[in-house]
């Protein structure tokens, strides 16, 4: 499975950006669609993810109420709104697709949040 996300760049705090990602696999056939971040000297970590059975997404307590992820079937692509960006958000931002029990993962999209 290959992923392209985009949607990354330079913003103030306080702003939005919204990330998309498409797989080369029907979301359909995709057991967990999610986002991760890595920020400059530490561990990727979960942002949010989306089941295949479910619409709603589980997110990260650091993010709950500003992002919002979402998949659209028909465009075969899920979103990371994401809102009241701190510049704690910085860092590059994954897309990943769990199938079968493989993660596969995106090239990754730089999100910088200016104060």
């Known amino acids: 499975v290959q992923l392209q996300a985009s949607g990354g760049g330079l913003v103030q705090a306080g702003g939005s950006l919204r990330l998309s990602c498409v797989p080369s696999l029907s979301i359909s056939r995709i057991n967990v669609m999610a986002w991760y971040r890595q920020a400059p000297g530490k561990q990727r970590e979960l942002v949010a993810a989306?089941?295949?059975?479910?619409?709603?997404?589980n997110y990260d307590d650091s993010v709950k109420g500003r992002f919002t992820m979402s998949k659209d079937n028909a465009k075969n692509t899920v979103y990371l709104q994401m809102n009241s960006l701190t510049p704690e958000d910085t860092a590059v931002y994954y897309c990943?697709?769990?199938?079968?029990?493989?993660?596969?993962w995106g090239q990754g999209t730089q999100v910088t949040v200016s104060s």
């Open positions: 989306i089941p295949h059975s479910s619409e709603r997404a």
């Open positions: 990943s697709a769990d199938r079968l029990g493989v993660a596969y």
